[in-house]
């Protein structure tokens, strides 16, 4: 990302921004489900739906991912940036995506049972949701982190560009089958952890190893979602989360949690008080 381009977006530019990546994202989202209703209509896909999701997703995606680097440059922002210390981003995005889960787990085991289902583990099978979920992750940061934020970031400021950037980020994930108050907190505050994540490292690699590690674990390794029940491509782990929808027994599983809320509330406070001695000062984002 660009964060500190030498001169400010102009103001149609910042709002073509803010309408391009939701519209994209919609259009996107609706004529994949166009394709995908008349692709499990054929012989080829009727009974194979592992191949009709790997070639719904891969084409929403594909797509997106393709349209947030598209956009960014057309924006004058880079959403491929990678940073000064690539691997240590990536490492830091990993570890404090597998503290949250721990954490978000730990409390939904306080208000639940957490039963062991009867999933498959097919390992190929396994891959292939790895690789999607790789995909999904990626695009979104490229679209959101990548191209929305920096240039929202560069005409409001830190905080405000953080924010809008996470609003919309969570709200856009209501046609895909998010519902209800809780699931809009959790986005939003996910939203914001990659948002910072981005915006104090200048690059998204952090916020996309956060990401795709959160989702991988909440459903390849322990298989979380679908909840309750088993996921598409199978788990390493297939746990069900039994009890009220506060603390993970929810169709949407941790997403619609206060478990989820728990860990990613007590991650952003210490984000926003630990003082980083090597990064630039971001008084507007509490560094």
Do not use: C
């Not at 910042?14 to 995908?36: E, G, K, R």
């Not at 995005?93 to 062991?116: D, E, K, R, W």
């Not at 891959?127 to 679209?143: D, F, P």
């Not at 959160?214 to 782990?237: D, I, K, R």
């Amino acid at each position: 990302m660009n964060t500190k381009s030498p001169a400010p977006p102009s103001r149609s530019a910042v709002w073509a921004t803010v309408l391009a990546v939701p519209t994209l994202v919609l259009l996107l989202f609706f004529a994949t489900d166009v394709v995908s209703s008349a692709l499990a209509k054929t012989s080829t896909f009727a009974t194979n739906p592992e191949g009709l999701t790997v070639v719904s997703v891969a084409m929403m995606f594909g797509l997106l991912l393709l349209g947030g680097w598209a956009g960014g440059r057309l924006t004058g922002v880079r959403p491929f940036q990678a940073g000064d210390r690539p691997m240590v981003a990536l490492a830091l995005g990993m570890v404090m995506a597998i503290a949250a889960v721990i954490v978000a787990v730990a409390v939904s085991f306080l208000g639940n049972t957490i039963a062991l289902g009867d999933g498959s583990q097919v390992i190929y099978l396994i891959g292939i949701g790895l690789a999607l979920t790789l995909l999904q992750s990626l695009a979104e940061e490229v679209a959101f982190r990548g191209w929305m934020q920096p240039v929202l970031v560069t005409a409001w400021g830190a905080m405000a560009g953080v924010t809008v950037t996470a609003l919309i980020f969570a709200l856009l994930h209501f046609p895909a089958g998010a519902s209800g108050p809780v699931s809009l907190l959790n986005l939003f505050l996910g939203g914001l952890v990659f948002g910072v994540l981005a915006y104090r490292s200048n690059a998204i690699v952090a916020p996309t190893a956060f990401h795709f590690t959160w989702n991988a674990t909440e459903e390849s390794l322990l298989g979380l979602l679908p909840n309750p029940g088993s996921p598409m491509f199978g788990s390493l782990v297939d746990l069900d989360l039994k009890g009220s929808a506060l603390f993970g027994g929810g169709e949407q599983g941790l997403n619609q949690s206060l478990a989820m809320t728990v860990a990613f509330g007590l991650l952003l406070a210490v984000m926003f008080t630990y003082k980083q001695r090597t990064a630039k000062p971001l008084r507007e984002l509490g560094d």
